[in-house]
């Protein structure tokens, strides 16, 4: 069965500065990855999807991706993190059925 | 462009008594599926329909049922409310059965 690992439960970074958010994923065979962002009480808006092809994917506001399958990862990247992007984000593995698994969730905190 | 609308947006119930949630999709989406995410947690799958039948069943109690209907809207009833069912409610659609999934706003449910 897929898992999702999310190793760091909080990140706090500057305003300005780069970000990596970390996800490892369980799955025996090529998996659909995402990457969503909660902001506090609302939905979940996609940043970004991996299916197949390139392994660096581009995303809404200056996220990407990349997914490594010899690491089993697919870490978020941000050059330079605005104030507005503190949320949760929330890796996810599909398999192509309907059973998407999410992490834990990292919480982002930025400092002014 | 439009969204998944959920309905409501907030709900309080009581123990013991039946709630019901529902979801419009995108249009021209033809799945439908349903996450629970409690306070601090990630979302946990629930269920899914795929043009109007039941597709995959993930952690949903016997005491919920939901349907999808001849419009691709979807229902999730909830009877003999416990206060472990609070939660956030999210509804995602998507195209098929391996499309992303576009995530609603959520119903937040609160059983006092």
């Known amino acids: 069965a897929q898992s999702v690992t999310q190793p760091d439960i909080h990140i706090t970074v500057s305003e300005g500065a780069s970000l990596e958010l970390r996800c490892n994923y369980s799955?025996?065979?090529?998996?659909?990855l995402f990457w969503y962002v909660q902001s506090p009480g609302q939905g979940l808006q996609l940043l970004l999807k991996y299916f197949s092809g390139d392994t660096l994917v581009q995303g809404i506001k200056g996220f990407e991706a990349e997914f490594k399958r010899s690491q089993s990862s697919f870490n978020l990247r941000k050059p330079s993190v605005h104030w507005s992007d503190a949320a949760e984000y929330f890796c996810a593995v599909g398999a192509g059925n309907n059973d998407m698994r999410f992490g834990a969730g990292t919480r982002l905190t930025v400092k002014p | 462009a439009a969204g998944v609308i959920q309905s409501p947006r907030h709900l309080i119930k009581e123990k013991r008594e039946t709630a019901t949630l529902k979801c419009y999709p995108i249009?021209?989406?033809?799945?439908v599926y349903w996450y629970q995410q409690g306070p601090g947690q990630d979302p946990q799958f629930l269920i899914s329909?795929?043009?109007?039948?039941?597709?995959d069943k993930g952690s949903i109690p016997d005491r919920f049922s939901a349907q999808q209907f001849s419009d691709y809207h979807s229902e999730l009833n909830m009877s003999s409310l416990e206060l472990g069912d609070s939660a956030l409610y999210f509804c995602a659609s998507g195209r098929g059965r391996t499309d992303t999934q576009y995530f609603g706003p959520g119903t937040r449910l609160t059983v006092l």
């Open positions: 329909f795929y043009e109007k039948m039941q597709s």
């Open positions: 799955y025996g065979a090529t998996p659909y």
């Open positions: 249009p021209r989406h033809d799945t």
